[in-house]
């Protein structure tokens, strides 16, 4: 029955149209530069790249796409305008408020960053954990606020540790050398809160437990290979080396000149 109606109606739309078919050859080979994307996608990217501000969407729709694909990019602008408020909040606190909106204009400024946020990497989220666990060290070394210093400290590197892996742990042995030439051996104990520290390698542990319990030990065994070992490989460093010479100095151009001036 399907298939009588089918052809039934393929020959009604013969008679009263004009059907012309053209065979395509084979699709050419893509170039590296080449991007598959669907309609949708692109008029998404297309608003963003012209600095789209307002978006109305009705679900159900062969648009609802474009909605959802606009509305998760709002939390990682989010992260990145939280991350902006944080260094200004930390610059006040541990030098002046102008020293701290000069520090946020700088990140603000910095272009691969901000376009991180507008395409949904999660570069973004790490920055803004670390920015928070760097800060509450900071306020530890210099003094003040000692007791939420170790809660931002040691929560933001848990959170940081689940956005984006081990990688998060390199902050942590810059900021240890830093309060021991500050502060010696004397006060390691307010370094290592005890329910600081527990609360934040927890919350950091517990994605990789929900990773290895969702998707078995061999997703949570790629995944640490491929932070600890593929990631850190000499081969890697060589092969992104130059590309790391150029990029580095255009991404930090903001912080070189403060620092040059």
Known sequence: GNIRAFDAGYAEGEAAFKLDFTELGPAPESSSDAVMMNGNTAIVEGCLEAGVETFFGYPITPATTILEMLAARLPYVAAGALTIWLIAWFGERLASRDSGRLAAMCLAACLPWMLAGLRTIPDVWLTLFMTLSAGGFLLLINGTHRDLGPWLAW???????????????????????????????????????????????????????????????????????????ATLTAREVL????GYLVYLPVALMPFILLGLA
């Open 155 to 229: 929560l933001g590197l848990g959170l940081a540790m689940a956005t984006k892996g081990m990688v998060a742990l390199l902050l942590f042995p810059a900021l240890a050398v830093a309060w021991w030439r500050w502060h010696g051996d004397a006060v390691w104990r307010e370094l290592f809160h005890r329910p600081a520290v527990m609360a934040g390698l927890g919350l950091g542990l517990l994605w990789y437990a929900a990773v290895a319990i969702r998707l078995g030990p061999s997703a949570l065994l790629n995944f640490t290979g491929d932070q600890l070992q």
């Open 239 to 242: 092969n992104h080396f130059f």
